[in-house]
């Protein structure tokens, strides 16, 4: 039976991490990540867990020794933060290409400079078109949970891709929250070993990393955005697997009191804790508003997103990066899937909560009551940076 | 010159371009990137085999009698034998 603990969630995450048997684990630390690949470290120190940890002198090494594990068959496990990832940038296209299903979690972190410990989006938005699934886990439950259904994801014969699950820096992997902890035999029914669809070993002859030249590449990157896209239907068996043994029930948007709601708030990460709280404040106040929770960011799930939406007048979408010059990473992204639907909702693009600032209760109320005045068909501008001082 | 190798569509392509047979880049004939060719002229070779180390792409080889000659399916023209070659007996002409 499932036990429950209270546990800061980084070392949770490495406890479910753990629990799934990685055969390799590589990692570099880093703020704020830096427990889970260092609790590790001491489960296979303590003889808990048979696994080789590899000391490696920088992230991108630490993802090309997972990246040669997964190769050889081993189930290989990382996880950085923030410009470790972007050391990562080089090698993370190669682990989706070569359809290595490596598991890596990312405690995020905002990008440098100023230097910035604390989190926001911006580490993981840059490395958005990689390949690779991406998890967004809102509370310490959600971060075990998806750490084990990522091996199964990443793993299934469909699917051969990397997966990252990403928990905000600070917010989540130092929080301390209760958990409900699943046990070994639990772990062991749901995710099987490992079996490699091919494995770089003396004895067979596979070659793995090779040339692709123009007369390939074209159809070589149709396959993996294809592999990518076919995903979907592979995460949803899993979610749905793992409802059926623990319970706990995931979906591409997790919606909070969507009935009714004219105005929807959208979410990913930690912040989306605060929001239900806010949605429920609002709601008591008589304010129709609801909540949208992007739990996969990649494949993005457009039909759930043209589906959830629906009847909503509008919608503001947080985002917690900024690209540059354009606008919110998750904004350009939504409102280019609802770009062509008939009667798509007003959208509200918010940048908020960089670099560690708290986003509070408040907030989500301020951006409802925005939400409530936004009109459809008038865009009043194309993003807004909220709080930010000077404006 | 050079044979399709490659898979025709996308839903062919191998899982992460996994390669099952060994050896098989023998069968990808790199000779159709060449705009120069190499000639040898049998009465200035002196058999030193220079060519056959510079040889880049290991296309070079020795016959029967002793004298080097590249092979053509393979050969990209680059030239390093001819510059290498220090009696002259290569010379680079345009494939026509």
Not at chain 1, 53 to 62: D, G, I, L, P, R
Not at chain 1, 275 to 290: L, S, Y
Not at chain 2, 63 to 88: Q, R, T, V
Request: glycine fraction near 8%.
């Amino acid at each position: 039976m499932a036990k429950r603990v209270g546990m800061e969630i980084a070392i949770a995450a490495a406890e479910a991490v753990a629990l799934c048997r990685p055969d390799v684990i590589a990692a570099y630390p880093i703020t704020p990540n830096t427990h889970i690949p260092e609790h590790l470290s001491d489960i296979v120190a303590d003889g808990r867990l048979d696994a080789e940890f590899v000391c490696v002198e920088s992230e991108h090494s630490a993802l090309s020794a997972c990246i040669g594990a997964s190769a050889a068959g081993a189930r290989a496990f990382t996880a950085t933060s923030s410009q470790g990832l972007l050391y990562m940038d080089e090698v993370m296209p190669i682990a989706s290409s070569m359809r290595l299903p490596v598991v890596m979690a990312i405690g995020n972190r905002a990008l440098s400079g100023p230097i910035n410990i604390w989190n926001d989006h911006s580490d993981i938005m840059s490395q958005r078109d990689m390949g690779w699934i991406s998890l967004f886990a809102a509370y310490g439950q959600e971060v075990i949970d998806m750490c084990v259904q990522a091996f199964k994801i990443a793993e299934d014969l469909d699917v051969m891709l990397p997966v990252n699950v990403n928990l905000d820096g600070f917010q989540l992997t130092h929080v301390v929250e209760p958990m409900l902890f699943p046990t070994q035999k639990e772990i062991d029914k749901f995710l099987p070993e490992r079996k490699p669809y091919a494995a770089v070993h003396p004895d067979t002859t596979v070659s793995m990393g090779t040339l692709g030249m123009p007369d390939i590449f074209t159809e070589s990157m149709k396959a993996k955005d294809e592999a990518l896209k076919n995903s979907k239907k592979t995460i949803l068996k899993v979610w749905k697997e793992w409802e059926e043994q623990f319970g706990r029930h995931y979906q591409p948007i997790i919606e909070h009191r969507t009935d009714g709601a004219e105005v929807l708030i959208m979410t990913m990460g930690s912040m989306s804790e605060t929001a239900e709280t806010a949605v429920d404040e609002m709601r008591k106040k008589g304010m129709p508003v609801g909540l949208l929770k992007l739990v996969l960011w990649r494949p993005f799930p457009y039909d759930d997103l043209r589906k959830a939406v629906k009847g909503a007048r509008s919608l503001v979408v947080t985002d917690r990066a900024v690209s540059f010059g354009s606008c919110g990473p998750v904004g350009a992204e939504v409102r280019s899937a609802l770009y062509d639907e008939p009667d798509a909702p007003a959208i509200v693009n918010e940048i908020i909560g960089l670099g560690g600032r708290d986003v509070t209760v408040e907030d989500f109320i301020a951006m409802g009551e925005k939400g409530l005045k936004a009109e459809k068909g008038k865009r009043e501008e194309e993003y807004h940076i909220y709080g930010v001082r000077g404006s | 010159m050079a044979e399709k190798k490659w898979p025709e569509t996308w839903q062919e392509v191998s899982p992460g371009n996994m390669v099952f047979e060994p050896g098989n880049a023998a069968s990808y004939h790199t000779g159709s990137w060449r705009a120069l060719r190499p000639v040898f002229t049998k009465t200035k070779c002196i058999k030193c085999g220079v060519c056959y180390i510079y040889c880049p792409e290991g296309c070079i080889y020795q016959n029967d009698e002793g004298f080097f000659e590249a092979d053509l399916d393979y050969c990209k023209g680059c030239g390093i034998c001819a510059a290498e070659c220090w009696p002259g007996a290569i010379e680079m002409i345009e494939e026509g």
